[in-house]
């Protein structure tokens, strides 16, 4: 577990205006459905409040302020100091922290000097990027960027007057209490408990590839069943498209797939269901041999453009949902992918087509089963 250095913040003694109570909470409210945990907040005043989430190997921090109630520069060293510390004590499992300040103002202009002044502040792993709001409009300081993994999001959810989370956040709740309860009732929720969709995949290939090896019939097997250009679309048979994922050619290719398989796969079923994951499984492996036999002359065969697809549709349930699927974040499924591919493309003898088109079929059947699954409980 990393720790967390927290800090008081220092204010002038005002109360807090309404509107920036108001924007406060519903944004408490939109950075919990994202996981951000709230680390830092004044319990007297709520006059500003810091959220983190760790993507390893990046914190990201969310800090929002008065910034007619507070010292701005007393702010902006506090928030330096956090993230410089909590960063310290978590290396080197994260290497940057990354901090989007929003300052809350009734003058714009005021606010908006104070972020212009600063630009794009980096203090070596330091990253503090500076926004400003009057709950209605977003604004960013000169040099920022406009879009920090999907912040600008919430953010600006949050300044709609008929926000979804309006009555979420309007029921007397502490900052805390809000974000508790609605990373609670939003976090991903396991569909089964038993991956036995990807089990039963796995003992197939398993079960084949033995078969394949006791017979000596693995080029036999391959020829009669694998991916190939001229049978496919000369010959019609179509049939290939669907047995050459259940084909494997020699023990260190069976060994990496099922290892593979069961990684992703049981992670895909866990949250998307046995059927889904069939679903995906199938679809991503049968769009994988058509690119596959579409670019290719020979013969291919492997459950590696299934297992892609598998990949692809954790990609799709991070993205969607803003939260890691068992410890794996979007950003690091995506890098996984990009690896892949990468080095299939340099390897010789591995399909790489069949690994896009694979990754291309996970993509649409995972948005298509998560999209299905959000509008069965709506």
Not at 23 to 49: C, G, M, P, W
Request: aromatic share 12%; charged share 20%; proline share 2%.
């Amino acid at each position: 577990m990393f720790c967390i250095k927290t800090v008081s913040i220092r204010h002038c003694d005002f109360g807090v205006d309404l509107l920036y109570q108001d924007f406060l909470r519903k944004l408490t409210a939109e950075l919990s459905e994202k996981q951000y945990r709230i680390v830092s907040y004044d319990h007297n005043e709520n006059a500003a409040a810091i959220f983190m989430k760790d993507e390893p190997p990046v914190l990201y921090f969310v800090s929002i302020a008065n910034f007619d109630r507070i010292a701005a520069e007393r702010y902006e060293e506090a928030v330096s100091a956090m993230m410089s510390g909590t960063l310290d004590k978590n290396k080197p499992i994260f290497n940057n922290a990354v901090c989007v300040n929003i300052l809350f103002s009734e003058d714009l202009s005021k606010a908006g000097e104070f972020a212009d002044m600063r630009e794009l502040n980096r203090d070596g792993n330091i990253h503090n990027i500076w926004w400003y709001t009057d709950g209605e409009n977003l604004c960013f300081g000169k040099g920022q960027p406009n879009k920090i993994y999907g912040i600008e999001g919430c953010v600006k959810d949050a300044c709609l007057k008929n926000s979804s989370v309006d009555n979420r956040a309007d029921d007397g709740r502490t900052l805390a209490e809000i974000n508790s309860d609605i990373s609670n009732s939003t976090k991903l929720k396991p569909k089964t408990k038993y991956p036995i969709v990807t089990m039963v995949i796995c003992a197939v290939n398993i079960l084949i590839f033995m078969a394949q090896t006791v017979l000596g019939s693995e080029n036999s097997f391959i020829l009669s069943f694998g991916i190939n250009n001229r049978l496919i679309f000369g010959y019609g048979q179509y049939y290939r498209l669907f047995t050459y994922m259940f084909i494997h050619s020699g023990l260190e290719h069976i060994a990496f797939n099922s290892v593979s398989l069961y990684i992703y796969g049981s992670r895909v079923e866990k949250y998307c269901g046995r059927m889904s994951t069939a679903v995906i499984y199938i679809f991503s492996g049968i769009i994988g041999g058509l690119v596959s036999a579409y670019f290719n002359d020979g013969y291919a065969v492997g459950a590696s453009g299934a297992i892609f697809g598998l990949l692809a549709a954790m990609l799709v349930v991070a993205k969607r949902s803003g939260q890691k699927v068992d410890g794996l974040s979007y950003m690091t499924v995506l890098i996984v992918a990009v690896i892949g591919i990468g080095m299939g493309s340099l390897e010789a003898g591995v399909d790489n087509y069949g690994h896009i088109g694979g990754f291309i079929g996970g993509l649409i059947s995972g948005a298509l089963v998560s999209g299905l699954s959000r509008n069965k409980k709506e």
